[in-house]
């Protein structure tokens, strides 16, 4: 089983939508979750950081938090063509130090 | 305030060779983690610096080392070059007691 995993897609969504992205992990003891985007040929991008269960809300990101189903989600509300983008779920491990552990990333594609 | 930079931005080398990827954080931060992302893969970690001090190892050879600098910024070294190191190498750096992390723009190489 891989520590994080995410769906890789293409997850194609309408302009104006709402995108929700998923991810899972392994360890039950992380504490640390970030959502990064990384547009072709650039480098990652942070969108947002969660550490409690629940939802945080960031403009129109929000980042949801299940640590109980080891679930972290990322809903992307009136999507916009410029969200078209790979999204990356990294998880921090508990026990450990600073050390960002990604999915593989779900390609994300809104379009017009 | 200054991101994090790298340097070079594209680097093409042969099977065999050395090469030495650059990195200056952003200011303040302290800690300085090397990723190495293959096409289509997330960012895989390669070790952290902090304090001029290897802080943490990921499943790479011992090929791969990096230094850390009284101004914090870093240098990743890979020796013996193999064709399977063609990748985007990323740094990223985090300000003291944080686990946000931020990327530079990253190194591609591409090992022929």
């Known amino acids: 089983q891989k520590e994080v995993e995410q769906n890789s897609g293409p997850l194609s969504v309408p302009e104006g939508a709402i995108a929700s992205l998923n991810c899972t992990y392994s360890d039950r003891g992380s504490q640390s979750f970030f959502w990064y985007r990384q547009y072709s040929g650039k480098s990652p991008e942070l969108i947002m950081s969660?550490?409690?269960?629940g939802d945080k809300e960031d403009g129109r990101f929000t980042a949801q938090l299940n640590k109980a189903s080891q679930y972290v989600s990322l809903l992307i509300r009136d999507s916009q063509p410029s969200d078209s983008a790979t999204y990356l779920c990294a998880v921090i491990l508990s026990g450990g130090y600073n050390k960002l552990i990604f999915g593989a990333g779900t390609r994300l594609a809104v379009h017009p | 305030e200054t991101g994090v930079t790298q340097s070079p931005t594209h680097l093409i080398k042969t099977r065999g060779q050395q090469v030495t990827l650059r990195c200056s954080s952003q200011?303040?931060?302290?800690?300085v983690s090397w990723y190495q992302q293959a096409l289509g893969q997330g960012p895989q970690f390669i070790f952290q610096y902090y304090r001029e001090e290897e802080n943490g190892r990921g499943n790479f050879p011992p090929r791969f080392s990096g230094l850390q600098f009284p101004n914090y910024s870093s240098e990743l070294n890979v020796n013996a070059l193999e064709l399977d190191d063609s990748a985007l190498y990323l740094c990223?750096?985090?300000?003291?007691?944080?686990?946000?992390?931020?990327f530079g723009p990253g190194t591609r190489l591409l090992v022929l």
């Open positions: 990223a750096s985090s300000l003291p007691g944080e686990e946000t992390q931020y």
């Open positions: 200011s303040g931060h302290n800690t």
């Open positions: 969660i550490y409690s269960n």
